[in-house]
């Protein structure tokens, strides 16, 4: 009765848990001989089976796993918090028990019990010894799988119920409609919830055991095992080579065999048998036999293969083994082949280790150098076939490589291997034979001795160490500089160590450059691949003092009694080692002393105790020297440190300065914004060696002891760019941006920084400021007036220069004005004496010139893109304009400067870069106004080039004419001085020069133009005229006269003097004699004129009468000087300017002109002259002729400096 209420109390209990959960309940009887199991993985808490009985159902018992008893119903619920067709199984076992002809039961059924959940169904075989139980599929037959059944029905078949092995899938769907299997086989069928299962599935039967037989043929170099795990299902296999069989439970050995027949007593043997077949290849170091591993295809092909190929070769031989195909890929770990086809290649190497390596079909792998007698090895699944060949053989001689070394005395070569692989091993050739040794070798002897290593590249395999033991006195060393040698090995990896050891009361002193050394954590490595190291020995054992690199603040090492010093290069490292000097030090009971002189300025320089990161040698003390630089402050910085367990005395960390000692703990508060040399000193106790010891890793920061400048810098709104750089040498001075300490400060224009100065005078540090300035087109480019923008006033030193860069359009040109009237070149001779300087270069940085204000050049052209750079003390303080800037048309030239020269001082030209030579293929001009009634002198002074491509040019013309008065090449002689009449412009041209440079410097001096040869040609003509007209007064007649009168000239620029009643006049006037009169009537010709009182009265300004009936005595002035009008020579149009102008665009003067120096030729004539009678003067003033003819005017003479 207490039972059943315990169950009923249990049933409610779990239907109170499961009240919100799925439920499921049936009524369930299992057939006789079927054993079926309701079983859920899911706690108990929240799922179960439970069996449902009593009265009205109140009896329930709830279980994990329920089995039904065969042919019993029971009600059975179905409680779980989960899907109940997802949380339980159902398993269905039955037996087929079978003689050996027959089975029972004959069909194999399966009972419709429980669908809504997962079924497996399974079914043990039994039958007796050599007996077969044969499946006959109904419907559907079945394809084996590994990969899970889309239908949801799952065939499985074990050969043992023991063995999971064995186990093979299937879906329905396939081929195979027959299973034949032996006694303790299971099949089993899985299927999904609510899955309809055929009744009927297989038709079972028993029969004898059937074997398999096969022939085979296996070559003499071939042998083949075919053996199977003696624990797993009985097959024997049998060989049969005459009347009785030899057979073998397990294993069978074939080698040279010819159509043998194998037997097996089981009807798949290739479930249960694989073969290893073994191939042996001989080589010499020349050849292989075979020359490939090759294998019979056919040969077992629906069994396991196991393919293995031995491979003998001589010692000193290079094994190669290439693979067709696709190669191989190289396996890592516990990877496996997911086609079953693995390859294993293991090799001996010289000192007896086996090295092994494992692949799969499908990679980069094609080609494999081994070193040593080689096994290969090929796993192929069942039923998988293989190339013929697998893989082909060659050997050739190994290769090695010798070399000779000489150690220097008292020097101990040592060679040790670093690296397991590859195979090789380094000989001494002694007579009788070589020494060789895989591990190590020694050489102590000074003599030239020849290594050998049994390997190409021997240096990825053995390192090499270069040992020297230097012993001192009490006073002396017997080397006082350490130098590396750098002759042996170069490219191994070195460790040169020198073995120092000194008198066991002194300590060994190493001193090091000045430079210095930097101390770095143990193990670590140095930037430049040089890392030194230095140990001491104690009598307790090795401290490592600390690893070291160049460059630092460690200037002086002192270790104790006995050390050794390590320098560690890596392969193909140029050796440049430091130079240290090694001389006895002092008695010291310290492990080391380091002396330590920090640096100038804000540093933080980090030190370690000896064994760091292990622990300080017991019972010991180390000390460090300080030497702090003036005007700077120290701070003490404990980082990492650890406390040992004291056994005797403390801990103290020592601090000693000018006769003063403080002594404290690591966890005390450390000397801090101190100043002066001091002294540390840490002191280990006795301590207790099974625990944590004592270590240290601390800093020292140095800084100034001055207060800094802060400016903050704001440009973000700004066109400008500020540039600071450090240009003095004062150690002191320094300068941050954003708080880094740099040596120059960029602040770009658009951006904002903060800076800082701390002891910079203003002449350590220099400031420049920078604009960039342009427009994209000409046509809108707006003039532009530079000016020194006004900076920041935080600043604590002055402005030296302010840069425009100047971007020129495309096809534009840059146009230069001074605000105050000109520039003027500082050169030899003409330097500028005035405050502000400006700089003019190329954006490449070549220099047009250095110019200052109130000069000559009223303008400077440049086609590229420049630079003007004003300098001076302060130019901040310069506020007045310094440029005028615009944009024209692109020039021809590189470069134009317009100049006019000064009348009181010679003016000096000279081409960009001076005394430098001008850009190769670059052009230049200056186009010079001369003043009126000035001619100018010019002298040249010209290096010139070996030109490789094209010529240099220097050409002078006169503005407005096309003829040249000066062009020479660079193989042609420059003349040296030349006298130019009137405004000219001068052309430099370089070419592309093989050697030498191009440059010219040009001095010209105006002279005011002598009229000394006008005067006395005016006065030969004078006296010419008078004695004309006297002979035209006395011979001319009245009739001439007439006739004159009758007659016209006709004035034709570049035609001749004709008269049209006079056709038979061909000649020229200068050519004849017309001009010529046999006499003149003065009565005639000149009385009627002598009635006005004064030859000024009677001049008139238009004449169109003849007077000739009347005579009046002349009365005018005839020795009184007429007074001078000065009319100043027509200059041409100097504003657009080319380097070779057209006929058509060229200064063509309003009227013909001609030279003073002609004016007593008949081809001309005075304006002066009215047409009358007497061709008296109009007005006063110099001389102005006019040509009368074209054709007959001579060209006219150069001007030479003789004429002069």
């Given at each position: 009765m207490r039972l059943r209420e315990t169950r009923a109390l249990l049933g409610l209990l779990v239907l109170t848990v499961f009240r919100s959960s799925e439920c499921l309940q049936t009524v369930v009887q299992s057939d006789k001989g079927s054993t079926v199991t309701v079983s859920t993985e899911l706690p108990l808490d929240q799922c179960a089976v439970c069996t449902v009985s009593g009265v009205n159902d109140t009896e329930t018992s709830c279980h994990s796993s329920f089995s039904l008893v065969p042919e019993e119903e029971v009600k059975l619920l179905f409680n779980c918090s989960q899907p109940v067709e997802q949380s339980y199984t159902v398993t269905v076992t039955q037996t087929i028990e079978c003689t050996k002809d027959a089975c029972s039961p004959a069909t194999v059924e399966t009972q419709p019990i429980l669908t809504?959940?997962?079924?497996?169904?399974?079914?043990?075989?039994?039958?007796?010894?050599?007996?077969?139980?044969?499946?006959?599929?109904?419907?559907?037959?079945?394809?084996?799988?590994?990969?899970?059944?889309?239908?949801?029905?799952?065939?499985?078949?074990?050969?043992?119920?023991?063995?999971?092995?064995?186990?093979?899938?299937?879906?329905r769907g396939g081929s195979v409609t027959r299973l034949d299997l032996a006694s303790e086989a299971v099949v089993s069928l899985t299927v999904k919830p609510k899955a309809q299962v055929e009744s009927v599935l297989f038709q079972a039967s028993a029969g004898p055991l059937k074997g398999r037989t096969m022939v085979v043929s296996v070559d003499p170099s071939t042998t083949a095992i075919v053996s199977r795990d003696p624990g797993g299902t009985e097959c024997e296999v049998c060989t049969?080579?005459?009347?009785?069989?030899?057979?073998?439970?397990?294993?069978?050995?074939?080698?040279?065999?010819?159509?043998?027949?194998?037997?097996?007593?089981?009807?798949?043997?290739?479930?249960?048998?694989?073969?290893?077949?073994?191939?042996?290849?001989?080589?010499?170091?020349?050849?292989?036999?075979?020359?490939?591993?090759?294998?019979?295809?056919?040969?077992?092909?629906?069994?396991?293969?196991?393919?293995?190929?031995?491979?003998?070769?001589?010692?000193?031989?290079?094994?190669?083994?290439?693979?067709?195909?696709?190669?191989?890929?190289?396996?890592?770990?516990?990877?496996?082949?997911?086609?079953?086809?693995?390859?294993?290649?293991?090799?001996?190497?010289?000192?007896?280790?086996?090295?092994?390596?494992?692949?799969?079909?499908?990679?980069?792998?094609?080609?494999?150098?081994?070193?040593?007698?080689?096994?290969?090895?090929?796993?192929?699944?069942?039923?998988?076939?293989?190339?013929?060949?697998?893989?082909?053989?060659?050997?050739?001689?190994?290769?090695?490589?010798?070399?000779?070394?000489?150690?220097?005395?008292?020097?101990?070569?040592?060679?040790?291997?670093?690296?397991?692989?590859?195979?090789?091993?380094?000989?001494?050739?002694?007579?009788?034979?070589?020494?060789?040794?895989?591990?190590?070798?020694?050489?102590?002897?000074?003599?030239?001795?020849?290594?050998e290593f049994t390997c190409p590249q021997p240096q990825d395999v053995f390192r090499v160490e270069i040992n020297r033991d230097i012993d001192c006195t009490e006073t002396s060393c017997s080397g006082d500089i350490v130098q590396a040698e750098s002759s042996l090995f170069p490219d191994f990896d070195r460790t040169f160590t020198w073995d120092l050891k000194v008198v066991s009361t002194r300590a060994f002193q190493l001193d090091f450059p000045e430079t210095g050394m930097r101390q770095i954590r143990n193990k670590e490595t140095c930037p430049d691949n040089h890392t030194y190291s230095l140990v001491t020995y104690l009598r307790t054992g090795l401290a490592t003092v600390g690893t070291f690199c160049k460059g630092g603040s460690v200037s002086t090492i002192l270790g104790r009694y006995k050390g050794r010093v390590s320098l560690e290069v890596p392969r193909d490292t140029k050796l440049n080692p430091v130079d240290f000097k090694l001389k006895v030090g002092p008695e010291t009971s310290m492990v080391a002393i380091v002396k330590v002189n920090l640096p100038r300025g804000v540093s933080d320089t980090d030190f370690i105790t000896a064994n760091y990161p292990a622990d300080f040698p017991d019972d010991e003390q180390m000390q460090w020297d300080f030497t702090v630089p003036g005007m700077h402050n120290y701070t003490m910085h404990f980082h990492d440190h650890t406390a040992p367990e004291c056994l005797k005395r403390?801990?103290?960390?020592?601090?000693?300065?000018?006769?003063?000692?403080?002594?404290?703990?690591?966890?005390?508060?450390?000397?801090?914004?101190?100043?002066?040399?001091?002294?540390?000193?840490?002191?280990?106790?006795?301590?207790?060696?099974?625990?944590?010891?004592?270590?240290?890793?601390?800093?020292?920061?140095?800084?100034?002891?001055?207060?800094?400048?802060?400016?903050?810098?704001?440009?973000?709104s700004r066109r400008e760019s500020l540039q600071i750089e450090k240009v003095g040498s004062d150690p002191f001075c320094e300068m941050s941006i954003d708080s880094k300490v740099e040596k120059k400060i960029n602040v770009a224009a658009g951006t904002k920084a903060s800076l800082s100065f701390l002891d910079c005078p203003k002449e350590e540090v220099r400031l420049t400021a920078s604009e960039v300035i342009g427009c994209q087109n000409v046509s809108s480019c707006p003039p532009i007036v530079l000016s020194v923008p006004k900076l920041v006033s935080c600043l604590p030193m002055p402005l030296h220069s302010f840069t425009w860069h100047v971007d020129v359009p495309q096809d534009g040109t840059v146009n230069l004005v001074s605000p105050t009237g000109g520039f003027q070149q500082s050169l030899p001779g003409q330097r500028c004496n005035q405050s502000v300087l400006l700089n003019v270069a190329e954006r490449d940085a070549f220099s047009l010139g250095d110019f200052c204000f109130n000069g000559i050049i009223r303008e400077i052209q440049a086609r590229n893109n420049i630079s003007v750079t004003a300098t001076a003390h302060d130019i901040s303080k310069t506020r007045k304009p310094l440029l005028n800037v615009s944009f024209s048309q692109e020039i021809q030239e590189t470069l134009i400067y317009r100049v006019s020269p000064e009348?009181?001082?010679?003016?000096?030209?000279?081409?960009?870069?001076?005394?430098?030579?001008?850009?190769?293929?670059?052009?230049?001009?200056?186009?010079?106004?001369?003043?009126?009634?000035?001619?100018?002198?010019?002298?040249?002074?010209?290096?010139?080039?070996?030109?490789l491509y094209r010529h240099t040019a220097v050409t002078v013309k006169l503005l407005?004419?096309?003829?040249?008065?000066?062009?020479?090449?660079?193989?042609?002689?420059?003349?040296?001085?030349?006298?130019?009449?009137?405004?000219?412009?001068?052309?430099?041209?370089?070419?592309?020069?093989?050697?030498?440079?191009?440059?010219?410097?040009?001095?010209?001096?105006?002279?005011?133009?002598?009229?000394?040869?006008?005067?006395?040609?005016?006065?030969?003509?004078?006296v010419l005229i008078v004695l004309i007209v006297l002979t035209v007064v006395c011979v001319v007649t009245k009739k001439k006269k007439n006739e004159r009168n009758k007659e016209s000239s006709i004035y034709i620029g570049k035609g001749n003097i004709f008269r049209p009643s006079d056709g038979h006049f061909t000649k020229s006037r200068s050519d004849n004699e017309s001009h010529v009169y046999a006499s003149i009537d003065e009565t005639m010709t000149y009385g009627h004129l002598l009635s006005n009182t004064s030859y000024a009265d009677s001049m008139q300004d238009h004449y169109n009468g003849m007077q000739v009936d009347s005579y009046h005595t002349f009365t005018g002035p005839v020795d009184a000087q007429l007074p001078v009008i000065k009319e100043p020579d027509p200059e041409p149009e100097t504003d657009q300017y080319k380097t070779f102008l057209d006929p058509s665009e060229s200064f063509i003067p309003s009227r013909p002109r001609t030279p003073i120096d002609r004016q007593d030729s008949l081809g001309f004539q005075d304006r002066r002259m009215v047409d009358n009678e007497l061709y008296t003067f109009k007005s006063t003033g110099d001389i102005n002729t006019i040509r009368l003819s074209g054709v007959d005017q001579e060209p006219e003479p150069p001007i030479l400096e003789e004429y002069l």
């Open positions: 809504e959940l997962s079924r497996s169904f399974s079914w043990e075989l039994k039958a007796p010894e050599k007996t077969v139980v044969s499946l006959d599929i109904l419907g559907d037959g079945l394809m084996e799988t590994s990969q899970p059944c889309t239908d949801g029905f799952e065939y499985a078949v074990n050969t043992s119920k023991t063995d999971g092995k064995g186990r093979t899938r299937y879906c049969v080579d005459g009347s009785a069989p030899n057979c073998s439970p397990t294993e069978k050995t074939l080698t040279n065999a010819d159509k043998l027949s194998l037997e097996f007593s089981c009807p798949k043997p290739q479930e249960m048998y694989s073969v290893r077949m073994k191939k042996k290849i001989e080589c010499t170091q020349t050849s292989c036999t075979p020359a490939a591993g090759d294998v019979d295809p056919s040969l077992f092909v629906d069994f396991k293969r196991s393919l293995t190929w031995d491979i003998k070769v001589p010692e000193r031989t290079v094994l190669s083994l290439d693979f067709p195909g696709d190669g191989l890929k190289e396996l890592s770990g516990a990877e496996s082949c997911k086609d079953g086809f693995q390859y294993s290649v293991s090799t001996t190497k010289s000192d007896g280790s086996v090295k092994a390596k494992s692949f799969c079909r499908g990679g980069t792998v094609s080609h494999l150098d081994l070193l040593g007698a080689t096994t290969v090895t090929v796993e192929v699944p069942k039923e998988e076939k293989l190339e013929q060949k697998v893989f082909s053989v060659k050997a050739k001689p190994r290769g090695s490589r010798m070399m000779s070394v000489t150690p220097d005395p008292e020097t101990i070569i040592i060679i040790s291997r670093v690296s397991d692989e590859p195979d090789c091993s380094v000989c001494v050739n002694e007579a009788p034979k070589p020494i060789c040794n895989p591990r190590h070798l020694r050489i102590t002897e000074p003599r030239n001795t020849s290594v403390e801990v103290e960390v020592e601090y000693k300065k000018e006769d003063k000692t403080n002594k404290l703990t690591l966890t005390d508060a450390q000397p801090a914004h101190q100043q002066g040399n001091f002294n540390m000193v840490l002191k280990n106790c006795k301590t207790n060696k099974t625990l944590q010891g004592l270590t240290l890793n601390y800093s020292v920061s140095v800084m100034r002891s001055g207060h800094p400048v802060l400016c903050t810098v704001d440009l973000t009348t009181t001082s010679p003016t000096l030209l000279a081409t960009p870069n001076w005394p430098q030579g001008m850009k190769p293929s670059s052009t230049m001009s200056w186009i010079v106004t001369l003043p009126s009634q000035y001619q100018a002198h010019l002298n040249f002074n010209v290096s010139q080039p070996k030109c407005g004419y096309e003829e040249e008065i000066m062009s020479r090449r660079e193989d042609e002689e420059v003349e040296l001085k030349l006298l130019v009449p009137q405004s000219f412009y001068i052309n430099m041209s370089n070419c592309i020069p093989e050697g030498g440079q191009f440059g010219a410097l040009t001095e010209i001096v105006l002279q005011k133009k002598t009229n000394l040869l006008a005067i006395l040609l005016g006065l030969a003509g004078a």
